[in-house]
């Protein structure tokens, strides 16, 4: 049996909330601060969010108002100047407070740190969000929990593309077969399994009802063990959150698991 040797985690929406409580209230302030009426709510967000790539979301939005530069040069600049301000406004959300981890979350990291499991951050955000997310909950020297740290800045293709998985195997030095994915939405469920990489699902606030096909397990989050698909044990002696060993048990029963098979 092979044994699990690396857990990959995804940043938006899996470690935490970012998207809806983050980098939509930050693009938001971005286009406040320049003069901009222009405003994501909650749901057409969700939307924009089957663009990969905050300033490709700014660029397709931009497509479809009239208000926007009409130069492709032009809309490129601000989209820049909008990204870097998001980028600001995203970190002083998170060093307010406002963005917490997922529950569950830190101490499934922990429980892999002790164990020796080693563990890898395969996002296509920006490195500086990923900074300012985990500067604040796990410390500043929070990449020495991690074996590699694969950003946006890292790629030159973003999810459903696999190669920020590509990259993080190579880093590691495992297999894929060795080393289980924790994502939440389509794009990073179908990036993974290009990568032969199995994938585990947290479903986030905007992926709570997607079609999500392929994944290992399935659930609400790692806070909780009920709602899961394949179910956990309840009860007493029962961990009140999904455990390392439950990751494990996931990993190894894969192949028999039909309704998550290729």
Known sequence: M???????????????????????????????????PWRWDVAPY??????????ERLM?????????????D?????????????????????????????????????????????????TTTSRSNV?????VHLGPSWA???????CGE????????????????KALDVEPLEAVAIEDSPGGVAAARAASVPVIVTRSAYFEDSTLEGAIAIGPGLHQREGWRPSLRLGAGSPVSVSLDD??????????????GS
């Open 46 to 55: 969700g939307e924009l969010l089957k663009v990969a790539g905050g300033r």
């Open 2 to 36: 092979t044994r699990l040797k690396a857990v990959l985690w995804d940043v938006d929406g899996t470690l935490a909330e970012t998207e809806r409580d983050g980098h939509r209230v930050a693009f938001n302030r971005a286009f406040e601060a320049e003069g901009l």
């Open 154 to 169: 890292d790629v030159q293709r973003k999810k459903p593309d696999p190669e920020v998985f590509e990259l993080a195997l």
């Open 74 to 122: 032009q809309r490129e600049a601000l989209a820049r100047v909008l990204h870097s301000l998001k980028n600001k406004f995203y970190a002083e959300l998170v060093r307010s407070g406002g963005i917490p981890l997922r529950p569950g979350v830190a101490t499934l990291i922990e429980e892999c740190r002790e164990r020796g499991v080693r563990m890898a951050i395969t």
């Open 131 to 135: 900074d300012a997310l985990l500067g």
């Open 247 to 260: 990751v494990e048990n996931w990993f190894a029963q894969m192949d028999n698991v039909s309704q998550f």
């Open 60 to 72: 397709h939005d931009m497509n479809t108002r009239s208000d926007a530069p009409v130069l492709a």
């Open 144 to 150: 020495g929990h991690f074996a590699a740290v694969i």
